[in-house]
């Protein structure tokens, strides 16, 4: 059961970040190192999880955060928003977990319909997929789980098959704000 918990938590697609009463990170995932290796975690994350436990302290969690909290927020350096939401436990002890979430560009796109137009295979797709959200060669190919190398071969394959020359060209093209975008 606990390799089942673990492959979950390490597949899937949103950060997570555990503190503890101390304002100590007693669990990071994968997708939450990577975030932290592009970006700082803001301020208000910590001056959030700080109230809480000061509230849990109290008793008084229900009366100073009665609904659900998020904090949303554009990071420098990101073309995407991120939304990282707070989840609190008592039990087994008191801990915050803060769920990182990034809007993505890609997610926008109807990757499917883009994969079929231009003729892209899925792994081309998988790295188009990253590129429009910002992730640089290398990133991409630590996520895939191949080298820097292939990940540039399969640009070259995909700024090709669509019809562009580089990055930039490939961004505008496809997330152009027009009602004919290829991928809307």
Excluded: C
């Excluded at 350096?77 to 979430?101: A, D, K, M, Q, Y």
């Excluded at 429009?132 to 996520?143: H, Q």
């Amino acid at each position: 059961m606990d390799n089942i918990k673990d492959f979950i938590l390490a597949k899937m697609p949103v950060g997570a970040i555990v503190f503890d009463q101390n304002m100590d990170v007693v669990y990071v995932n994968r997708q939450a190192t990577v975030f932290l290796k592009r970006f700082e975690l803001p301020g208000e994350i910590r001056e959030i999880s700080r109230r809480i436990f000061e509230a849990l302290k109290q008793s008084r969690l229900q009366e100073l955060f009665p609904g659900e909290i998020y904090l949303s927020k554009k990071l420098e350096g990101s073309p995407n928003n991120w939304t990282f939401r707070f989840f609190i436990s008592e039990n087994p002890g008191p801990l915050v977990s803060i769920f990182v979430i990034e809007e993505k560009i890609s997610n926008k796109l109807e990757m499917n319909r883009l994969r079929q137009l231009y003729g892209l295979t899925r792994r081309e797709t998988d790295v188009l997929r990253r590129t429009l959200d910002g992730l640089k060669n290398i990133e991409t190919a630590e996520d895939l789980e191949i080298s820097e190398q292939t990940v540039k071969d399969h640009l070259s394959n995909i700024y090709m098959k669509i019809g562009v020359e580089n990055k930039f060209e490939l961004m505008r093209f496809l997330i152009a704000p027009t009602n004919d975008t290829p991928g809307n």
